[in-house]
C-alpha cells in the first residue's frame, strides 16, 4: 500500500491544522489506521488510531481533546484533525495501516508513508 501524506505547515500555538493521508494499491477500508509522530531527537510514536469501520478510536493523552481522526473509506483517505496546537505537537507526522482491529502500540503499525512536517511556533 502506498500513503501519502500532506496538509502539513507552520502555525503558531493556538492554531489548526488538518493533515489528509490518501492510501492506494490495498483495500483501505480492511485495515486500521493511524497517525504517528516523530520529533526531532525522539522516537515515533502513536499519536490516534482508528479501526477499519471507524467505530472505534484511540487517542493518547497529550492530545485528547485537541486532535481528530476521521477516515473516509469512500475516497481511501483519512484525516486528522488538529486544533490548539502546541509547540511540543511539532514532529514529522505519518500515518499508518494496521493489520489489528485498533493500532494502540508503535509495533501494531507496519507500513507507512513520507510524511508531513508539522511545525508550531511559540
Known amino acids: 500500500a502506498q500513503l501519502v501524506e500532506s496538509g502539513g505547515g507552520l502555525v503558531q500555538a493556538g492554531g489548526s491544522l488538518r493533515l489528509s493521508c490518501s492510501a492506494s494499491?490495498?483495500?483501505?477500508?480492511?485495515?486500521?489506521m493511524g497517525w504517528l509522530r516523530q520529533a526531532p531527537g525522539k522516537e515515533r510514536e502513536i499519536v490516534v488510531g482508528m479501526s477499519r469501520t471507524g467505530l472505534s478510536t484511540y487517542y493518547i493523552d497529550s492530545v485528547k481533546g485537541r486532535f481528530a481522526i476521521s477516515r473516509d473509506n469512500a475516497k481511501n483517505t483519512v484525516y486528522l484533525q488538529m486544533n490548539n496546537l502546541k509547540p511540543e505537537d511539532t514532529a514529522v507526522y505519518y500515518c499508518?495501516?494496521?493489520?489489528?482491529?485498533?493500532?494502540?502500540?508503535?509495533?501494531?503499525?507496519?507500513?507507512w508513508g513520507q510524511g508531513t512536517q508539522v511545525t508550531v511556533s511559540s
Open positions: 494499491g490495498h483495500t483501505f477500508s480492511s485495515s486500521a
Open positions: 499508518a495501516t494496521s493489520d489489528a482491529q485498533l493500532g494502540v502500540s508503535l509495533s501494531q503499525y507496519d507500513n
